[in-house]
């Protein structure tokens, strides 16, 4: 059984809430899971803070018995420093214009 760490979507229309979940990589996103890790709410407060509550020391276990983060999980794991960050998947060879590039 491959243990995911991944966010499960609640609230409503145009106004997400996620938990933080470790779940069956086959069970759906909103199904089944096997412990809530945390929580996660990307609308911003009237101070401007996204909150953002975890259990460090059960993502800790979850990750040392074999879990893999999604994406988005592991993102959120990097600002924290609970794994390292992950690469930037972008590119800054796209930024400069052609013509000012360097090709190999």
């Not at 491959?2 to 779940?23: D, E, I, N, S």
């Not at 990750?63 to 893999?68: D, K």
């Not at 959120?76 to 590039?101: A, E, V, W």
């Amino acid at each position: 059984m491959v243990v995911r760490l991944r966010l499960q979507r609640f609230g409503r229309k145009h106004l997400p809430f996620y938990r933080m979940v470790a779940a069956d990589s086959r069970s759906p996103r909103d199904g089944k899971h096997l412990e809530i890790v945390g929580t996660y709410n990307p609308i911003a407060n009237r101070e401007g803070i996204k909150e953002i509550r975890l259990k460090a020391d059960r993502l800790r276990y979850w990750i040392s018995v074999g879990a893999q983060p999604s994406d988005r999980v592991a993102w959120i794991l990097g600002k924290f420093g609970i794994l390292p960050p992950p690469p930037p998947r972008m590119s800054l060879q796209h930024k400069i214009p052609k013509k000012d590039r360097s090709d190999p």
